[in-house]
């Protein structure tokens, strides 16, 4: 593989974090849903956790798509030519022989 790409070690370390603020997030909102009416305010803020819980994971699949895509694109990309090889140094004699030396 050419690794003339800069790598995507960022994207996937976003990808983990919205998915573990997802898991905290929904975590912690189950943990406060309010088990009687006298808790309502737990109730209030177990609503805006779940709503933050299903922003970061619709982060987080976004992410994953776009990694998913710049990834497919530099395949396609690196496919279209052939892999780079070295090639041999030309002997004098073949070089004379061309007219490239004044000799």
């Known amino acids: 593989m050419n690794h003339s790409f800069s790598s995507a070690g960022g ?3 976003g990808i983990n974090m919205q998915f573990l603020s997802a898991t905290l997030c929904g975590g912690i ?3 406060a849903w309010p088990s009687s009416a006298e808790w309502w305010q737990l109730g209030f803020l177990s609503v ?3 709503v933050g819980c299903a922003t970061s994971l619709i982060k ?3 992410l994953m798509l ?3 895509t710049r990834t497919r694109t530099i395949r396609a990309f690196e496919a279209q030519g052939k892999a780079p090889k070295s090639s041999t ?3 004098i004699s073949k070089l004379e022989q061309m007219g490239m030396l004044d000799e």
């Open 48 to 50: 805006i956790l779940w």
């Open 11 to 13: 994207t996937v370390l």
């Open 66 to 68: 776009r990694l998913w």
């Open 89 to 91: 140094m030309a002997p």
């Open 29 to 31: 909102a189950w943990w």
């Open 60 to 62: 987080g699949v976004r």
